[in-house]
T-cell receptor, first 111, second 115 residues
Framework: KQEVTQIPAALSVPEGENLVLNCSFT??????LQWFRQDPGKGLTSLLL?????REQTSGRLNASLDKSSGRSTLYIAASQPGDSATYLC??????????FGEGTQLTVNP | EAQVTQNPRYLITVTGKKLTVTCSQN?????MSWYRQDPGLGLRQIYY???????DKGDVPEGYKVSRKEKRNFPLILESPSPNQTSLYFC??????????????FGPGTRLTVT
């Protein structure tokens, strides 16, 4: 059974810092990995999707990498802003049309 | 606007009183699913549907029912709610799943409290 771990559970940084969120998984037989953002009281917003054959994806200040052999993905946020404060979740699609989520990293960017 | 809608957004009910949470998407997506989110447990899949009339159990289906009579709608039914079903529920949709390069779109969530 796929298990997904996100470290750290919470992170607080000053505005302007570059930061890395980590996601590790136990089963490398994945179709893709997706990073989401969740704001309090709201649903999930997709940030980046990396297919299993890809190594990374970029969108603006966000860069996500995928290393299937080591069972790891990272989400890099450059020049963080207070508006980046949210919970970030990674999710993996595996066989059987399943999405398995990590518990998330709660990010606070202080002005 | 492309979106997934859920109703109601907030619901407080009593044990045993049947309820339905509706989910609708306007993107002609084939795949729809329901998740519950609980502190310390993260998001867990309840049921999913690959297409009309095709549904299957996720990781935590006990106590829930679903139906997929139309492509756009995927209601979640709690026949006899219990306090352990107090949770935040999300509906999601995608053009398809199973290896495609497709993102999941999530609804805004339904916060359910069963007393």
């Amino acid at each position: 059974k796929q298990e997904v771990t996100q470290i750290p559970a919470a992170l607080s940084v000053p505005e302007g810092e570059n930061l890395v969120l980590n996601c590790s998984f136990t089963d490398s037989a994945i179709y893709n990995l997706q990073w989401f953002r969740q704001d309090p009281g709201k649903g999930l917003t997709s940030l980046l999707l990396i297919q299993s054959s890809q190594r990374e994806q970029t969108s603006g200040r966000l860069n996500a990498s995928l290393d299937k052999s080591s069972g790891r993905s990272t989400l890099y946020i450059a020049a963080s802003q207070p508006g980046d404060s949210a919970t970030y979740l990674c999710a993996l699609e595996t066989s059987g049309s399943r999405l398995t989520f990590g518990e998330g990293t709660q990010l606070t960017v202080n002005p | 606007e492309a979106q997934v809608t859920q109703n109601p957004r907030y619901l407080i009910t009593v044990t045993g009183k049947k309820l339905t949470v509706t989910c609708s998407q306007n993107m002609n997506h084939e795949y729809m699913s329901w998740y519950r989110q609980d502190p310390g447990l993260g998001l867990r899949q309840i049921y999913y549907s690959m297409n009309v009339e095709v549904t299957d159990k996720g990781d935590v289906p006990e106590g829930y029912k679903v139906s997929r009579k139309e492509k756009r709608n995927f209601p979640l039914i709690l026949e006899s709610p219990s306090p352990n079903q107090t949770s935040l529920y999300f509906c999601a949709s995608s053009p398809t799943l199973a290896g495609g390069n497709y993102e999941q779109y999530f609804g805004p969530g339904t916060r359910l409290t069963v007393t």
